[in-house]
């Protein structure tokens, strides 16, 4: 049985997955310098793989390659990264906005989710994963979440929240499915603890690389300076 403090290897759990679906990485670098974010994006159907990141002022979105193609844009198309004020929000759905609206509020972002609930894809489930990091005097600390179905009918949500300290070296995974399957398993336990080296081109290769090849459609790198706020940022799209 494994340690529960150990370590694991990104690239060696996304290897190891053909599925994780859309995965959040938060953590801070192993030289202590800086606050790591790293959010993906999967997809099996073509919907879905129709797909790009695009940043515009500092956020990310999800936003369709071809137009044309189309069929659903409910549930693929929405605000995956945003910042207000010391604090930077990622998940995995437009619960950012919610969580953004909540904060400008002078309200929580656990008040945000308890307002949401897993996605309606049926028989998929599909859960909201979500992060958000809170700067203050040169450190950090993070919040991560998931909200997802209590049953296969989907008749009620349970919603899980994850509080954590910065330290240097270490992250925290989540991610939407355990595996692939039909359908498709929900996470289960606690966000995964991974190792997070200080090179953002090393990491961000290294997560590209081991994503699956017919599944992987996005990826998000963020570095950010504790002492001077500088953002280094790496932004990965299958489809250009």
């Known amino acids: 049985m494994a340690n529960i403090y150990d370590i694991a290897s990104l690239p060696e759990l996304l290897s190891a997955n053909t599925y994780p679906g859309r995965g959040i ?7 202590g310098k800086c606050a790591v974010i790293a959010y993906f994006i999967m997809g099996r159907s073509e919907n879905s793989r129709n797909r790009v990141f695009t940043e515009r002022d500092g956020e ?11 069929s659903d844009p409910s549930l693929i198309i929405y605000s995956a990264i945003r910042k207000i004020g010391n604090r930077l929000i990622v998940t995995n759905g437009d619960q950012t906005d919610t969580i953004y609206d909540f904060l400008s509020r002078g309200e929580d972002s656990r008040a945000a989710l308890r307002t949401r609930e897993f996605e309606p894809d049926a028989p998929n489930l599909t859960p909201r994963i979500s ?20 049953d296969a009918e989907g008749s009620a949500c349970n ?5 954590y300290p910065a330290l240097a070296g270490l992250g925290h995974f989540i991610h939407t499915y355990v595996t692939d399957g039909n359908p498709i398993p929900t996470f289960q336990g606690e966000p995964e603890r991974v190792a997070i080296p200080s090179d953002i081109d090393a990491f961000a290769d290294s997560i590209w690389q081991s994503l699956n090849e017919s599944n992987k459609i996005s990826l998000y ?8 706020g500088e953002e280094q940022a790496r932004l990965i799209n299958k489809n250009v």
Do not use: A, C, Q, W
Request: hydrophobic share 35%; no cysteine.
């Open 25 to 31: 990485v938060i953590g801070k670098s192993s030289d």
């Open 221 to 228: 790198v963020r570095y950010v300076n504790l002492e001077s």
């Open 159 to 163: 919603r899980y929240f994850f509080e």
């Open 131 to 150: 992060g958000v990091l809170t700067f203050d005097k040169g450190e950090f600390t993070y919040e991560m979440s998931i909200l997802k179905s209590i």
């Open 60 to 70: 990310i979105y999800t936003e369709p390659h071809d137009y044309s193609k189309v």
